[in-house]
């Protein structure tokens, strides 16, 4: 994370449809709108899951991430951020406070989480 930028986290798994249907490629159309967020993408094991670095990549058509993608592996990070499930985003304000969190990857997410990051634009 980085201070004096707004950061954001989306927690995703690979067996969520919603995730990689449409929240990965929503993060993707971020990245454009917003190029001076921190963009901090964070897949998630549950129970016993394991999932390689090609089983996270298969999502991709290109098999490679237009982004790094880091893995939670006991969902440590997830429960820090007592996210709902998955995919879930926080918004960091530049003092790594957090600004939003928003469970969920359907429109009205996603506007919420397009207005949050127009909001602390500077």
Known sequence: MKKKKVNLLLFYNTYCMGCTGRAIPFA?????????????????????????????????????SPFNIYIDPNAETYNHFQCEGTPHWIVLDQELQIFRSIFGSQNQAQQRLWYALESLKN
Not at 35 to 46: A, G, Q, R, Y
């Open 28 to 64: 993707y159309e971020l990245t454009k709108d917003f190029p001076e967020v921190n963009l901090i993408v964070i897949h998630t094991n549950f129970g016993n899951q394991t999932f390689s670095e090609n089983e996270i990549l298969d999502i991709f058509t290109t098999k490679t």
